[in-house]
């Protein structure tokens, strides 16, 4: 009997605690909205409303609050919902890291994901880089070939190129084969032979070639430059009674050496070896005072590009002028260098002087005409 009136007695008191709870919580919603909406009515509704101290009591026992002040208010549901997602987070940049050993250090997450950035920055950076340098190298090559097919299409171009092959067989052959001919006789004898069959082909190229410089002597005239006005400077002046005389030593060079070459090729009657010495170093001779004005004429512009860029104000002029000064002294070296190889056809001091020097002067300038033709042509 006592049992049965004791859980009885605890069914009403779990009842009345739940509906305590209730009123509670509703009021207090209630309070909170009225709160919000409206500041007249939410005075209104701040009056106190009497609660059953059984009810408090209960209820705070039932939900586990208490209210001395180091209570903490419950986590909202959307505090809880982010920090869950950051978790989450964490946990799968660890994971692609390979660092989930680290979680119980933040400052160690926070070091490797910064430094596997980076790393992957770096990396697409490099990338990047390589892609780049390989773009504009191919674009650099493509445009040197390009250039270089400019210089075969035309006549002078391939008598460089073939002069320079001519000359690289020569100095082969005096570099490997001059000490040892005996025992390399047949290899010597081949690469004889091509730096011969080079030198017949250029002079097959240049066939022709004195109706350049007929070309050259009427131009002269059309502008006026056969004539020697007042006020210029006594080299100018010998440069422009030069300009002429050049160009009729420039075609008689060039018909002596059509003759030798159509000898050669069987085209003329075979000339008698006392004339074909003779039409050879009249061509030498003329080719020797050739190199003589041009150097002159050389000189005097160098001398005049010197002063132009001295004088020059406008950086982009005066880079222009020291670009155009240092093909002049390239120009220079060349005359040169040609200088050095014929002489030694004009005075005859084939044996006196080692073969190498004319082989070494004739490869180089044949490699600095080809460079001149590639910058004027670039």
Not at 65 to 85: F, G, K, N, Q
Not at 139 to 161: A, E, H
Not at 256 to 262: E, R, S
Not at 300 to 315: G, I, N, Q, T
């Amino acid at each position: 009997m006592m049992d049965g009136f004791q859980d009885q007695n605890i069914s009403v008191n779990i009842a009345t605690i739940f509906i305590g709870t209730s009123s509670i919580m509703v009021l207090q919603s209630e309070s909170s909205n009225a709160s919000v909406t409206s500041p007249q009515r939410g005075l209104a509704s701040a009056t106190p409303i009497a609660i059953p101290n059984e009810l408090k009591s209960n209820s705070l026992m039932l939900t586990g609050l208490s209210r001395s002040p180091s209570a903490r208010p419950p986590p909202s549901p959307s505090s809880i919902l982010v920090s869950t997602v950051d978790d989450r987070k964490g946990v799968v940049q660890r994971a692609r890291s390979g660092t989930l050993s680290s979680t119980a250090n933040p400052n160690n997450h926070n070091s490797h994901s910064n430094a596997s950035d980076k790393h992957s920055c770096n990396s697409h950076a490099s990338n990047n880089c390589t892609s780049q340098t390989a773009m504009s190298f191919s674009k650099s090559l493509l445009f040197r070939v390009m250039v270089f097919r400019k210089i075969l299409l035309i006549n002078d171009g391939r008598d460089k190129v073939l002069k320079c092959a001519q000359y690289a067989a020569k100095l082969l052959l005096w570099l490997y084969f001059s000490k040892d001919s005996k025992t390399h006789s047949i290899t010597q004898t081949q690469a004889s032979k091509i730096a011969s069959h080079f030198s017949l082909a250029r002079k097959i190229i240049r066939l022709g070639h004195w109706l350049e410089p007929i070309n050259d002597h009427m131009n002269l005239s059309k502008e006026g430059l056969l004539t020697i006005p007042k006020g210029l400077s006594l080299g100018d002046q010998h440069v422009r009674m030069m300009a002429p005389l050049n160009a009729w030593i420039g075609i008689l060079n060039d018909i002596a050496d059509d003759v030798i070459c159509l000898s050669k090729m069987g085209v003329l009657p075979q000339l008698p070896e006392k004339w074909l010495q003779r039409t050879t170093a009249i061509s030498d001779r003329c080719w020797y005072a050739s190199i003589f004005i041009d150097v002159h004429a050389g000189y005097h512009s160098m001398l005049e590009l010197h002063r132009k860029v001295d004088s020059a104000s406008d950086p982009v002029q005066q880079q222009v002028l020291k670009d155009k000064l240092f093909m002049q002294r390239v120009s220079m070296l060349k005359l040169a260098m040609d200088f050095a190889f014929c002489s030694i056809d004009v005075f005859h001091l084939g044996d006196k002087v080692d073969d190498g020097l004319q082989v070494v002067t004739g490869f180089t300038a044949a490699l600095l005409g080809t460079f001149k033709l590639y910058r004027k042509l670039k």
